[in-house]
């Protein structure tokens, strides 16, 4: 493999894990919530902020696959020559987002799942169980802190 | 059970809506106080059961409306659990009720009314297999348990025994379907069952003034509480049970239930507080995001409910003063 | 009181005897109603204290009952009780009372029910502990209620035989004694007259064949 080769493979493991794990985590809830909105259809609303929660690991890991992408020259003119160590480097750059957007889009599904049944009983706590949804939304955040730090480090 | 738990996520989000709608003590404690049935059925007609109680013409009726919603909650449950084996175990109790209607009505020679339409088996099948003594389609406990009511019929023409055989296949069968589909939870909750439904056993037993021999055969194996356990207590005094039985986790229950049924010479309290211990330990399963435990509590919870609302009904009907249902009336789910 | 009989001495004799077979009878009717009325006595006071016994079991047992009622559900408890465990084969007697026929049960438990089986016809796992006791009740209390079955029927047939006699013992005592005694006395006295007018009669003859000597 390239260099290069290398260094998309790291974009398409972020985008893909993390979409993948947002996939999940939102089909968790949703279907946490029809179970409820059968029962209950005006919870619908509140119902679909929480199935929202676990869709931002998706769009974390799509912006990291574009810096990657934006860095070795996909989008834009020159496509970049490089050396098999560099494409190594844009891989484990993207690894943080990869996984930790994996995880945890599935366990914040979990956890807005649980919230769908909060709000069955108390509709007026929505804002706590997002709160609990978000607790594991700044492990993403953080990950793509850190996949976003190491990019631009790199020295191309 | 299915490996992926958030196979459950729709039926616990929907379990999550129903259990909304459970009536909460409060509600119970209101119908106690009321002063007639016909005012305790304007106030369920005002609950979730609004639509089958708001059609019920003669207020004498209402077994047959509590026997429509225990159908309509297996029904339920059957439709929205990913785990169709989970609602055949619970169902099976009634498979065992209906086996025992039919061989007494076959003994008897008589038709009988009393089948619960609940069961795995479909009423008319079950009928069939007592008529032609052919259980092929039983579970194998449940199979060899019917062949050997008719051979033990034939011999003693005891009625009890019909009743003793089925039980205890009923929850060797329960314990082994929970422990083959490695759902501890549900275990729990039948091992459970068992110890209570045998502590009140040696009660009745010893106030029948029968011996250790009789305890045996009506005694239900598997539960946590041996029968070496209990047996021995079958010709002491019961004091001594609730002092051999203060380390275990029925301390308290035992304490308080087994000693007010000495002194006031009546289960009720006992038998509550047994249903109260249940309804506790189902409880702990009632958070669980995703899982079979809060359906198994739902469904416990519902027929912890029509037991109450039975309760309430057939006390203001006959007019039993209100301490008296108070007393009796289940601890509320929610 | 019209009374149409031939004043003969013939007729009053024959009334007498009538009479005193009627005051025989009045005499041993109202023994007779005094002695059914002591049994009758004795019964009533056994047929309450059994009434009030039984009574007292009963209400307390269908009370019980009625609690086992309330927290099991109706195809548990109707499959709890479905099938007897004892059967009674019942036989009725007659017996004597005062004449009266009163009938006597005695009954016997089927044999086809084996001597060690227990009375509750159920199992322990789908059944309330509160329907031990009301069973235990209605069991024992068996025997006694068709022992009071037996008292209630003999108490009923009892009063009936005492309302006829009753009626007799008045039949005779206010109508057919003063009747006969009265009867009687028109006869005698019918008989005097008669006896004074031939006295009368033969002092007259007398005079006039007196007067024509």
Redesign the interface.
Known sequence: MTGLEIALLGAALAVGLAGIGSAIGVGIVGQSAAGLVTEDPDKFGQTLLLQALPGTQGIYGLLTGFIIMQRVGIIGETLLELTVPEGYAFLMAAIPIALVGLLSAIYQGRVSASAVGLIAKRPEELGKGIVYAVMVETYAVLALLASIMLLFGIPV | MPIDDTAYAYAVGRIRALEARLLDQNRFDRMIDASSAEEVLKMLTESEYASSFGELSNIHDFETILSSELRHIFDLLETITPWPELIAIMALRYDVHNLKVLFKARYLDIKSNLLIPVGTCPTGKMVQAVAEDDFRDLPDRLRIAAEKVNEDFLVNHDPQVIDLILDQALFEELISRAEKANVPFLKGLFIRQIDLINLKTLVRVKNMGFGREFFKKAFLPNGNLSFDQLGGSIDEPLESLIVQLGMTEYATLVDEGIRDWLDRGTASRFEKLADDYITAYLKKGKWMPFGPEPLIGYLWAKEVELKNIRLILVGKINKLPAEAIRERIRDAYI | MEIRVNPTRMELNRLKKRLKMAERGHKLLKDKRDELIRQFLILVRKNKELREDIEEELSGAFA?F??A???M????L???L????RKLTLDIDKQNIMSVNAPKFSWHEDS???EG??I???????T???L??SI?TLSGVLSRLMELAEVEKAVQLLSGEIEKTRRRVNALEYVLIPKLTETIKYIAMKLEENERGALVRLMKIKDVVRAKM
């Open positions: 019980k009625l609690l009622r309330a927290v559900s109706q195809d548990n109707e499959e709890a479905m099938y007897p465990t086809d029910q084996d089986n227990s509750y016809p159920y199992g322990f796992a789908e309330s502990a509160e031990d006791a235990e």
